[in-house]
Protein backbone atom coordinates (compact mmCIF):
# COMPACT_ATOMS: atom_id res chain seq x y z
CA UNK A 1 0.00 0.00 0.00
CA UNK A 2 2.78 2.42 1.10
CA UNK A 3 4.12 1.99 -3.00
CA UNK A 4 0.44 3.30 -4.24
CA UNK A 5 0.63 6.33 -1.69
CA UNK A 6 3.68 7.19 -3.27
CA UNK A 7 2.76 6.70 -6.88
CA UNK A 8 -0.22 8.62 -6.39
CA UNK A 9 2.37 11.15 -4.93
CA UNK A 10 4.81 10.96 -7.29
CA UNK A 11 1.95 11.10 -10.25
CA UNK A 12 0.81 14.60 -8.75
CA UNK A 13 3.95 16.40 -7.72
CA UNK A 14 5.59 15.20 -11.62
CA UNK A 15 2.21 16.26 -13.54
CA UNK A 16 1.68 19.77 -11.61
CA UNK A 17 5.59 20.01 -12.62
CA UNK A 18 6.04 19.40 -15.78
CA UNK A 19 2.40 21.32 -17.07
CA UNK A 20 4.05 24.12 -15.11
CA UNK A 21 7.38 23.74 -17.19
CA UNK A 22 5.10 23.54 -20.59
CA UNK A 23 3.39 26.48 -19.97
CA UNK A 24 6.56 28.34 -19.16
CA UNK A 25 8.40 26.88 -22.16
CA UNK A 26 5.68 27.36 -24.92
CA UNK A 27 5.20 31.31 -23.01
CA UNK A 28 9.05 31.53 -23.07
CA UNK A 29 10.00 30.18 -26.11
CA UNK A 30 7.02 31.08 -28.45
CA UNK A 31 6.96 27.23 -29.37
CA UNK A 32 3.29 27.03 -31.52
CA UNK A 33 0.40 25.44 -30.11
CA UNK A 34 -1.44 23.39 -31.05
CA UNK A 35 0.79 22.45 -33.97
CA UNK A 36 3.76 20.95 -31.95
CA UNK A 37 1.85 18.28 -30.59
CA UNK A 38 4.40 16.48 -28.13
CA UNK A 39 3.97 19.83 -25.81
CA UNK A 40 0.11 20.02 -25.57
CA UNK A 41 -1.32 19.99 -22.36
CA UNK A 42 -3.37 16.33 -23.00
CA UNK A 43 -0.09 14.54 -23.89
CA UNK A 44 2.10 16.10 -21.73
CA UNK A 45 -0.16 14.96 -18.43
CA UNK A 46 -1.10 11.49 -19.92
CA UNK A 47 2.69 10.88 -20.83
CA UNK A 48 3.82 12.43 -17.45
CA UNK A 49 1.37 9.59 -16.01
CA UNK A 50 2.31 6.86 -18.10
CA UNK A 51 5.44 7.47 -17.01
CA UNK A 52 5.63 7.74 -13.56
CA UNK A 53 2.82 4.83 -12.83
CA UNK A 54 5.37 2.28 -15.21
CA UNK A 55 7.84 3.81 -12.39
CA UNK A 56 6.15 2.78 -9.56
CA UNK A 57 4.74 -0.65 -10.75
CA UNK A 58 8.47 -1.22 -11.09
CA UNK A 59 9.64 -0.30 -7.95
CA UNK A 60 6.49 -2.34 -6.77
CA UNK A 61 8.52 -5.62 -8.94
CA UNK A 62 11.83 -4.90 -7.64
CA UNK A 63 10.70 -4.05 -3.91
CA UNK A 64 8.73 -7.90 -4.02
CA UNK A 65 11.84 -9.40 -5.97
CA UNK A 66 15.04 -7.86 -4.09
CA UNK A 67 16.13 -7.03 -0.14
CA UNK A 68 17.28 -3.85 -0.93
CA UNK A 69 15.36 -2.55 -3.54
CA UNK A 70 16.77 1.00 -3.78
CA UNK A 71 19.78 0.45 -5.76
CA UNK A 72 18.51 -1.68 -8.28
CA UNK A 73 15.44 0.36 -8.71
CA UNK A 74 17.74 3.19 -9.35
CA UNK A 75 19.67 1.66 -11.62
CA UNK A 76 16.11 0.90 -14.25
CA UNK A 77 15.22 4.54 -13.34
CA UNK A 78 18.66 5.58 -14.66
CA UNK A 79 18.46 3.25 -17.84
CA UNK A 80 14.60 4.19 -18.51
CA UNK A 81 15.43 7.58 -18.17
CA UNK A 82 18.13 7.43 -20.77
CA UNK A 83 16.30 5.34 -23.42
CA UNK A 84 13.39 7.74 -22.72
CA UNK A 85 15.43 10.48 -23.96
CA UNK A 86 15.38 8.68 -27.65
CA UNK A 87 11.73 9.94 -28.00
CA UNK A 88 12.43 13.01 -27.85
CA UNK A 89 15.87 13.20 -29.70
CA UNK A 90 14.65 11.44 -32.75
CA UNK A 91 11.04 13.86 -33.08
CA UNK A 92 10.55 14.36 -37.22
CA UNK A 93 8.49 17.53 -36.67
CA UNK A 94 9.15 20.68 -38.70
CA UNK A 95 8.00 22.77 -35.55
CA UNK A 96 10.70 20.60 -33.38
CA UNK A 97 13.40 23.25 -32.78
CA UNK A 98 16.00 23.49 -30.00
CA UNK A 99 13.12 25.05 -27.52
CA UNK A 100 11.13 22.56 -28.09
CA UNK A 101 13.15 19.33 -27.89
CA UNK A 102 14.76 20.93 -25.12
CA UNK A 103 11.74 21.47 -23.25
CA UNK A 104 10.52 17.64 -23.90
CA UNK A 105 14.00 16.63 -22.65
CA UNK A 106 13.70 18.56 -19.64
CA UNK A 107 9.81 17.11 -18.74
CA UNK A 108 11.40 13.98 -18.80
CA UNK A 109 14.22 14.53 -16.51
CA UNK A 110 11.74 16.88 -13.81
CA UNK A 111 9.46 13.53 -13.69
CA UNK A 112 12.50 11.44 -12.73
CA UNK A 113 13.70 13.57 -10.62
CA UNK A 114 10.49 13.98 -8.64
CA UNK A 115 9.24 10.62 -8.64
CA UNK A 116 12.50 8.29 -8.05
CA UNK A 117 13.08 9.87 -4.62
CA UNK A 118 9.44 9.91 -3.90
CA UNK A 119 9.42 6.22 -4.31
CA UNK A 120 12.55 5.50 -2.56
CA UNK A 121 11.36 7.97 0.70
CA UNK A 122 7.73 7.13 0.64
CA UNK A 123 7.20 3.42 -0.41
Same mark, same amino acid.
Given at each position: ? #? ?15 NVL /? ?38 ? $??? #? ?5 ? #??? /? ?5 ? $?? $?????? /? ?34
Amino acid at each position: M #RIATATVLAVIAAVIANVL /LRALAVAAFDIPQPEFEELNLRPVIVSTLGGVIAAGLVYA $LIA #RLARDPV #RPF /LIVAAAA $LL $LSLIAP /LTIDDPDADAAAVGTLIAMHVVAAAISVPILIRRA
